[in-house]
């Protein structure tokens, strides 16, 4: 097997582990291995595309070993949803083989790309984009009856399900020793206006979006990365829709919704989606508040953006307008200069010039750091005393200091002794100077919000 992207540091163990993958997929296959590479597959697992002589190449997904936790997806429960869209009409890659030992599947590998964000012509886009829609409303036609998943049963409402994959959220973000007011205040949200629509929960993707499907000669060949689906709300759908769709914008993303309606005859709920949104960029925020998984640069990038994402979905899905905040002007510090000289070097002298691919995003990732970290030089300080201000003000009390006022926002938060509204001005403040610090980093998506539903609204 080559590229197999094991370091020294992984082992022997980890050898052992892709020869005994490598044997697995000849026998389940028939074939032999001529080539393998790893591609994009997920947070969580590590995927190759094989090629094999005497059959046809492969999708192998596997997922290293873990400690126990609260989180239930897996690469085992995953085989499960492709067992329950067996025979159905959505366009996905078919199972072929479910290791017995290893966390590890065999799927078809689909033909096409996931990089939507690459293609240049809106009409291919939009058509490709409706192709997706489609897909959703098969997968929501799905009959759990018949097709069992994970976690479902008889009898649940959805707002059953939606609870459930909550609680589900809620463990894994309790799992984490240090809190976070902005999550806890999400979560707390959510319990508190959960949905409770008088329809049959659905199978949802979970995670449904550009860079989740695979397109070719300008159409959609393939949804992909079902590890999140779960019986619940088809709304969610459209709310994952429309936060990926902030990393990797549709044309027209209310064409889409209304294309949606059409083909899954059933009309969308506007305040549901914006439910879903608020809980859509909660699990984001969550799984970076978990620091699973992502290199540095992504993190920053990741974290400032779906914190701000937030605080945008709990806004309108409360109608609360959010002030627009000027910019914090700070003078720059004597290090700027220096910090402007390495991130120069990584561009010009490793990630232009380099034919590796992985030095290239080694160089591009370190240079998103050193960019964070050249605003947190410069801003930081007035950014410290601009919270402790907001805390302030939201507490309303003194603060002693940032961390010492954390705390108290906590306490209140947990003890519901602390209004929406002022809440809410407070992470809005934190967020947009977070967006700030992470702009350089950021590059376009700093700017980037949701898609805006509001003609959905003048339409119900």
Known sequence: MRDAGVSDAAGSAALTVERDLAAWVEAETGGTIADWHQISGGNRARSWAVKLNGAASVYLRYQAPRLPSAEPYTVWREAEIYRALNGSDVVAPRLLGVHDRHQAIITELKPGRADFR?????????????????????????????????????????????????????????????????????????????????????????????????????????????????????????????????????????????????????????????????????????????????????????????RRLLVDALAEAMQTDLPKLPPLNVEETAQGEFYDGVIQSLRDDVADVSMDASVRSAAKNNAKVIKYLREVDRLGPMVETNERAALQTALGEPVENVAIGRAQLLAKLRGKDIPFGAALSYFHNIVTRDNQMAALASGGLASRHLPDLSKLRSAT
């Open 118 to 306: 690459s293609l240049r012509d809106d009409r291919e886009k939009q058509a490709i984009a409706f192709d997706f829609v489609a897909a959703l409303a098969a997968i929501h036609r799905i009959d759990l009856a018949q097709s069992p998943i994970p976690g479902f049963r008889p009898g649940m409402s959805m707002s059953d399900c939606v609870r459930a994959e909550l609680d589900v959220w809620a463990a894994m973000y309790s799992e984490v020793a240090q809190p976070d007011p902005l999550t806890e205040f999400a979560l707390d949200w959510l319990y508190g206006n959960l949905p409770d629509p008088d329809e049959r929960p659905v199978l949802v993707h979970g995670d449904a979006g550009p860079g989740n499907f695979l397109f070719d000669g300008g159409r959609m060949t393939g949804l992909i990365d079902w590890e999140l689906a779960h019986a619940g709300d088809p709304m969610e759908d459209l709310a994952w829709f429309s936060m990926r769709s902030v990393m990797e914008p549709v044309p027209d993303f209310i064409a889409c919704v209304r294309q949606y309606e059409k083909l899954a005859r059933r009309s969308v709920d506007l305040q549901r989606i914006l439910y879903h949104r608020v809980f859509v960029s909660a699990r984001v925020v969550i799984i970076r508040h978990r620091n699973v998984t992502g290199l540095p640069g992504n993190s920053i990038v990741s974290r400032a953006l779906n």
